[in-house]
């Protein structure tokens, strides 16, 4: 499917620069918005405490508890959330899950957390890419984000844990890739957003192609990409068609019985865009 992105203001800054925030300081007239500190992890060494932004709705919640939606790189979605995004989904509860950190992204740990192990139980390894850097810390990373980041959320508002979302953009689409494909109960609905298959396709390709879901009950998925996008640092101009890689990726994910899969292109969108582009449609998905 192809779409025109929803209008939107001037992209935020992005490549290592500090996040604005301003919904903390304008919030939305439906959620209450705060944020969370949690220590760091002895299970992933060298990774900062996690900064949690969560919206709280202001509206008493339903008997089960509001949908949740949580979404990796916090610190970077919620610079992108605008106070429209949220009043458009009252009931819905939204939780950014960052690093303790002024930047939109903290590379070296969110390519550690973010990406799979080669095997169930493998741990990190250095990362192919980036010799020095570690990565394939995504299976202590899910323990982390489904066991004390869950906590802390439910302690502050009660959800619902059969309405939960994941949303993660680049080397967090990979992530949630992942999870959906290795832990696929973990929440109910996944947003995958531009997914950095090129970090490892083949690994990528294991994980959809060894994914078991019940088509009794569907997992719902959200894939979504942009047409202009390229690897940051490689040259030549932007391309003028989705990742093929993307693509096939997601034709492997389609045939799988048992998930619900839709697919989007945004026409004109580089990576960065493709990540406030997806929001309405993410936001919208999560609040079902």
Known sequence: M?????????????????????????????????????PGDAARAGVPATRI???RPRAAPPARGFPLLTMLDGNAAFDFLTPALL???PGL??????????????????????????????????????????????EAFLDHLTGPVRAAIAARVATDPARGTLWGHSFGGLCTLYAMTARTGAFARYAIISPSVWWDAALAGRLVDGARFDPARPTCAYLALGD??????????????????????????GARPGLDLRVEVY????????????????LALAAE
Do not use: N, W
């Open 2 to 38: 192809t779409r025109t992105p929803p209008s939107a203001p001037p992209l935020p800054p992005h490549g290592g620069r500090d996040a604005t925030l301003a919904i903390l300081d304008t919030p939305p007239e439906s959620h209450d918005v705060e944020t969370i500190v949690l």
């Open 87 to 89: 009043e458009a989904v």
């Open 93 to 138: 509860a939204v939780a950014g899950v960052g690093y303790d950190t002024d930047k939109q992204f903290a590379r070296a740990p969110r390519v550690l957390d973010y990406s799979p192990p080669e095997a169930p139980g493998a741990g990190p390894r250095p990362d192919p890419h980036h010799p020095g850097r570690m990565a394939g810390g995504a």
């Open 228 to 253: 202009r996008e390229k690897r940051t640092g490689s040259d030549g101009p932007p391309p003028d068609s989705p990742a093929p890689a993307t693509m096939a990726l997601a034709a492997r994910l």
């Open 267 to 282: 026409p004109g969108a580089v990576h960065i865009a493709t990540l406030p582009a997806s929001l309405p449609a993410t």
């Open 53 to 55: 932004f969560l919206a």
